[in-house]
């Protein structure tokens, strides 16, 4: 039996377009001599959907654009994930379901028995559990279904599936991607095939919707554990394996897990972008590493003649940083616009001087020019249709190290999960042939310049100290007790998750940002503003 495993990337909703898609990627496992195609889950309505599965428009529709698919599958079989309907009889009103189709008919479904109900995943608010597992009897083989993590999962269905003499387990999924788990995941599939003693396809997802990237990375792996096939990562791509036929084991090289974030912003950037309707970017370029690298990423996602960037300098900007910006614009080959914000500043200063009156300069005046800058950069986004890319790191996002209205303006941050060390890992990988970052926008001491003399350092800890600090709360989950049995200094550690606990309400105001870690600010991680719980 040869079988096609179609990574593809569909958009949520866009069911003309991703019927479009699945029919092609049919026709092309067809011409390949396949005798079956499988897809992702939710291929049909696209991932995540969200409270867009409560509207029954969008329900009806994904059942007409399988059905659509359906009648063009001939000489061949395909699996193709999709959003079913229950009896309303109790229970929600839908399941995650896999469509078998033959001779353009579908005759079975699939349903999902294992939800995924944790952090961005949220399967239980809309879908029903339902406990029947049916194996498909296809060319002489007994196939089971699996879909998502279920396959995993000791409490899962796999078992019984083989009990039913499934000797195949195909897997239609969409995991989101965290390079914490892209690192381990083909090896977990592995030993899972190997514990079981079955044969696995394993079809997942890829491409960007809203915060969630999806990396692809669909394999076939033998009952042995080995990896005999594999599909490209982060990108599409059909892939069609003999099963009948010696295949030979797939060394998978081990890649810098930084090459993998690097690709998956690339990817999640660029298809925000595409799937919203934009065309172009626009970013402030400060001469510092952070919006060096979003720059970076820009052109990568969509190319140089699509990226423009701001030097908005002020009395307190070094020459070294307007230099900075020309030299990485220069060496990107995009445009770079100068809009000096000093009269700004000082027509701001002249209309509150009676206001501000005796008072001594602090905080307020800093974050006027960060705010002036942000309108500056809104405008021109505005005015010229272009995706405003905002630049700040998941280190300043959590602590608050950020102004509202003003860098935390932007319409996507590509950026809100990175670390501030794991931003200078992504500066090392852009430059790893030649110099397109320069290297003192990397060395410089971090600053906002907002003020004479200004470093980050001056209000937040060591950034390799604060990361550490900063992971053990937020994506390990530990208290203050934890974190200090690490080796930090007890008043540190209350500082900075005071910092974290009270800038919420920031957070709850910035774009939305690309997940990379295993947790993210955003829908993976739900605290509220008004709460009173310290440590």
């Not at 912003?265 to 060096?292: E, P, Q, T």
């Not at 042939?433 to 001491?445: D, G, T």
Request: proline share 5%; hydrophobic share 40%.
């Amino acid at each position: 039996m040869k079988i096609a495993l179609a990574q593809i990337n569909p958009t949520v909703a866009a069911f003309k377009e991703n019927a479009q898609r699945i029919s092609s990627a049919i026709e092309e496992a067809k011409r390949k001599g396949a005798d079956m195609v499988v897809f992702p889950e939710m291929s049909i309505v696209g991932s995540p959907a969200k409270d867009l599965l409560e509207h029954p428009g969008v329900i009806q529709d994904n059942l007409e654009a399988l059905e659509r698919v359906a009648v063009g599958v001939s000489n061949i079989a395909a699996l193709i994930g999709f959003v079913d309907t229950r009896s309303p009889k109790g229970g929600k009103p839908l399941y995650n379901a896999g469509a078998f189709i033959m001779d353009r008919k579908i005759f079975s479904i699939h349903h999902k028995f294992l939800l995924s109900t944790y952090d961005v995943l949220d399967e239980a608010r809309y879908f029903e559990s339902d406990p029947s597992a049916t194996i498909i009897d296809f060319m002489g083989r007994k196939i089971g279904i699996t879909i998502g993590e279920e396959f995993l999962k000791e409490t899962g269905p796999t078992r019984s599936l083989i009990a039913q003499g499934a000797r195949l387990i195909i897997n239609m999924s969409a995991f989101p991607y965290s390079f914490e788990e892209h690192k381990i995941r083909l090896k977990t599939l592995a030993k899972k095939a190997d514990q079981y003693n079955i044969d696995v396809v394993y079809v997942n997802m890829v491409g960007g919707n809203d915060e969630l990237i999806y990396e692809g990375g669909s394999c076939f792996i033998d009952n042995w554990g080995r990896i005999m096939g594999k599909a490209k990562d982060f990108e599409e791509d059909l892939l069609v394996l003999d099963l009948k036929a010696p295949l030979s084991e797939i060394k998978i090289e081990e890649v810098e897990p930084i090459e993998s974030v690097y690709k998956s912003l690339v990817l999640g950037l660029r298809d925000y972008a595409r799937k919203c309707g934009f065309k172009a970017a626009i970013m402030g370029l400060s001469g510092g590493i952070d919006s060096s690298i979003v720059a970076c990423l820009s052109v990568a996602a969509l190319g140089k003649e699509n990226v423009t960037g701001v030097s908005m300098p002020s009395q307190f900007s070094s020459k070294g940083s307007v230099e900075d910006a020309r030299k990485l614009t220069q060496n990107m080959g995009i445009p770079l616009k100068l809009i000096s914000i000093q009269p700004i500043y000082e027509r701001y200063m002249e209309s509150f001087k009676d206001e501000f009156k005796g008072l001594p300069s602090g905080v307020a005046e800093e974050n006027l020019q960060a705010r002036i800058r942000g309108t500056i950069l809104m405008t021109l986004s505005n005015k010229y249709g272009h995706l405003l890319v905002a630049t700040g790191n998941k280190s300043e996002l959590a602590c608050g190290y950020c102004t509202l209205y003003g860098d935390l303006c932007g319409g996507f941050a590509v950026m809100a999960d990175v670390p501030k060390t794991m931003v200078y890992q992504l500066a090392h990988y852009i430059n790893r042939e030649k110099e397109i970052i320069p290297k003192s926008s990397i060395e410089k001491v971090p600053s906002a310049e907002l003020r004479p003399n200004q470093t980050d350092q001056d209000t937040l800890p060591p950034y390799p100290i604060l990361d550490g600090i900063l992971k053990a709360y937020i994506e390990e989950g530990r208290e203050l007790e934890g974190i200090v049995s690490l080796g930090y200094g007890e008043n540190l550690v209350r500082q900075v998750i005071e910092m974290v606990d009270r800038n919420e309400y920031k957070r709850k105001q910035s774009p939305p940002g690309l997940r990379i870690t295993s947790k993210a600010f955003g829908s993976g991680r739900r605290m509220p503003i008004a709460q009173h719980y310290r440590y």
